[in-house]
């Protein structure tokens, strides 16, 4: 399966941009499918950082377990799915003059309990349009 990739530009510094994203606490105010997120540890950010987070699409809801696995600022950011749903996701941040480039990669791989290939082939349309919406919310916290 091909991941789902989305991109803004933000008219502010690649530096403000990190600043923001780095964040993972404030993940939940600017994604609208997070119902809850909490920390596994004492770690808040940076490589090794653990997170369960209630994510809702539509009627469903899973917790899923992610694991911070890529730490390198202010250009990128990965975590791995650990939870029933598998894979990964990735937030790739680029400067362009004094705008950034904000893409968000994600690769999931569903269960067959939750309807596995079919599940995601059918869910692409609605899960880019969810975060195509959470990027238009981070891009609206970043420029206040």
């Known amino acids: 399966m091909e991941p789902i990739a989305v991109a803004t530009t933000i008219k502010a510094p690649i530096a403000e941009v990190w600043r923001r994203l780095e964040n993972l606490e404030s993940h939940q105010e600017w994604m609208g ?14 490589l090794g950082t653990r997170l369960q987070v209630e994510t809702r699409v539509g009627p469903m809801r899973v917790t899923d377990e992610m ?9 990128r950011m990965r975590i791995e799915h650990l939870g029933i749903v598998k894979g990964t996701g990735e937030f790739i941040l ?3 003059g004094g705008a950034t480039r904000f893409t968000w990669i994600e ?5 067959w309990r939750l309807g596995g290939a079919f599940t995601a082939i059918a869910s692409r ?15 609206e916290l970043v420029l206040g």
């Open 33 to 46: 499918d997070v119902g809850s997120l909490s920390f596994v540890g004492d770690q808040r950010h940076g």
């Open 67 to 75: 694991v911070v696995t890529v730490w390198d600022p202010p250009h």
């Open 94 to 96: 680029s400067p362009i």
């Open 107 to 111: 690769d999931l791989r569903f269960p």
């Open 125 to 139: 349309p609605i899960l880019a349009s969810i975060w195509r919406r959470n990027l238009s919310r981070f891009k």
